[in-house]
């Protein structure tokens, strides 16, 4: 089943889980807290595949994270949007720490990263490594802090709104059994113009009663996936703008007795960016033009699977998306200006209109599976490829 971008699914056929909320937060604790000590102990790749090349700066940033840190690290996708100097990150399942004593470095000193995470053991192996990576950043203080709860109660953790410019999560959100409250908590402590940028899996269906009450499903990040198409009417219904696909991979399951539950539904882990746009900032279409300035990504930006901006090109870009850049840390980085009458329709690479979006990470998959096309190589336009 897929529906397009813009196409939002009725509410009432979203199940909400049946399942109690404790009954699966004891078992996901336990199941990271004691059955998984590393990450081979894993069954199926969903919890630490990655969709994008690791670049030369975030290796060499992962280099410098604890080796018991990365050991206890389990995650589907490489959570680094671009521009963070000085911004105040929240990383929801935050675990052993891993991604925010990356971002640490990457916000700096200025910035801070706060994780929050539910199982005890893991807060308790990242919270006892602050003072090493302090010193082996050359901090004068700590810019991390760790919080134990739940990412659906981020009140509860004294976790005030609109305290942060990004929210992120690495594979976590499925563990969690209310999906619409952990994007309205989200939603509720990030600034206006902030930003959501999430790795997950999603599901190519809604899933069987069997797959959603077993319990190594649940653990392996399988049986609370989303089926994707939900994801859209559950931020329009939180209040964010529309999702924005930003990469895929395939998932695969080892073991046979798994496969036999799962039967043939597919899952993908995915990353979507998700922006709390104020009202005041939407307006009609417009033409941005990139300035090279984000470290790392000086000479283009693939800002997601449909847009991919090169320093000093003129790009056409719709309503929703001049919002989003206009509202957010992005702003500085783009000349942004009203669009023509005939420039509604983003352009494509060659020349020619962009009819549809790329919504559905399976067709994401399929496109990045096929050939390159002939006006060159798919790098070249961006990952969606061109023409």
């Not at 963070?84 to 990457?106: I, K, N, P, T």
Request: glycine share 10%; charged share 25%; hydrophobic share 35%.
């Amino acid at each position: 089943m897929a529906a397009p971008c813009g196409e939002q699914i009725p509410h009432k056929q979203i199940p909400r889980e049946q399942i109690p909320q404790d009954q699966i937060h004891r078992e996901v604790q336990d199941y990271y807290g004691k059955e998984l000590q590393k990450s081979e102990d894993l069954k199926t790749n969903a919890c630490v595949t990655s969709a994008r090349p690791v670049p030369k700066a975030i290796r060499d940033a992962l280099e410098r994270v604890h080796e018991e840190v990365v050991a206890r690290y389990y995650g589907c996708g490489l959570v680094v949007p671009e521009c963070l100097a000085a911004c105040r990150v929240l990383d929801l399942g935050s675990g052993s720490g891993r991604d925010c004593y990356l971002l640490s470095q990457l916000v700096g000193e200025r910035g801070h990263v706060t994780g929050i995470d539910m199982t005890q053991g893991q807060v308790e192996v990242a919270r006892k490594h602050i003072a090493y990576h302090m010193e082996k950043f050359g901090y004068q203080k700590p810019n991390v802090d760790f919080l134990q709860g739940y990412m659906e109660k981020l009140g509860d953790a004294g976790l005030a709104d609109e305290s942060y410019d990004i929210v992120i999560s690495n594979c976590v959100i499925n563990l969690a059994p209310d999906k619409r409250a952990v994007l309205r908590e989200a939603y509720r402590v990030l600034k206006p113009g902030g930003e959501m940028y999430f790795s997950d899996v999603y599901a190519s269906q809604r899933l069987s009663e069997a797959v959603r009450k077993h319990r190594v499903l649940w653990g392996e990040c399988l049986a609370g996936a989303l089926f994707w198409g939900d994801l859209y009417s559950i931020a329009e219904e939180v209040g964010f703008s529309p999702p924005r696909l930003v990469t895929a991979s395939p998932i695969t399951i080892g073991d046979k007795e798994l496969e036999g539950v799962v039967g043939d539904c597919r899952f993908v882990s995915a990353t979507f960016r998700l922006f709390k746009v104020p009202g005041s900032s939407r307006a009609g279409p417009g033409q941005v033009i990139y300035n090279g300035g984000i470290v790392g990504h000086e000479r283009e930006l693939v800002f997601d699977a449909n847009f991919t901006f090169k320093e000093g090109e003129a790009v056409d870009v719709d309503a929703e998306t001049a919002a989003v850049l206009r509202s957010s840390r992005f702003a500085e980085e783009f000349l942004i200006r009203a669009a023509g009458a005939d420039a509604a329709t983003p352009q494509g690479c060659c020349g020619r209109r962009v009819k549809e979006k790329i919504c559905d990470p399976f067709q994401l998959l399929e496109k990045l599976a096929a050939p390159a096309p002939a006006c060159g190589p798919a790098a070249t336009c961006g990952p969606r490829g061109c023409c």
